[in-house]
């Protein structure tokens, strides 16, 4: 299993920049892919994750309304949208992957239901 996170850079407050991850490995339809991110000094916290075998999606409620998450099936690729970032946007963000087949536990989108991850892309938001 191998995920690569990309898009990630430094960014002006009220940017839009996407981030990329790019799956390999395993059956991309039997998995669920999340993204987290973490803060210097902070815990890793969910964002979003979707489940590429039907697209169904969770956010989690501190998130909701700027970030988008999304996915592109025919190229094992899930994507995070962000919008209007603000300096404490500033973190690692990675991508994760968990299997979905007889359980529902991906859809918590928490750091201990995700068995896979990536190396992080650094998102720097300037103000």
């Known amino acids: 299993v191998q995920l690569v996170e990309s898009g990630g850079g430094l960014v002006q407050a009220g940017g839009s920049p996407r981030l990329s991850c790019a799956a390999s490995?395993?059956?991309?339809?039997?998995?669920?892919i999340a993204w987290f991110r973490q803060a210097p000094g902070k815990e890793r916290e969910g964002i979003s994750c979707?489940?590429?075998?039907?697209?169904?999606?969770y956010y989690s409620p501190s998130m909701k309304g700027r970030f988008t998450i999304s996915s592109d099936n025919a190229k094992n690729t899930v994507f995070l949208q962000m919008n209007s970032l603000k300096p404490e946007d500033t973190a690692v963000y990675y991508c994760?992957?968990?299997?979905?087949?007889?359980?529902?536990?991906?859809?918590?989108?928490?750091?201990?239901?995700?068995?896979?991850w990536g190396q992080g892309t650094q998102v720097t938001v300037s103000s």
């Open positions: 490995g395993f059956i991309f339809d039997d998995y669920a």
């Open positions: 994760a992957a968990t299997y979905t087949i007889g359980t529902s536990s991906w859809g918590l989108c928490s750091v201990q239901g995700y068995d896979y």
């Open positions: 979707i489940r590429s075998s039907d697209g169904e999606t």
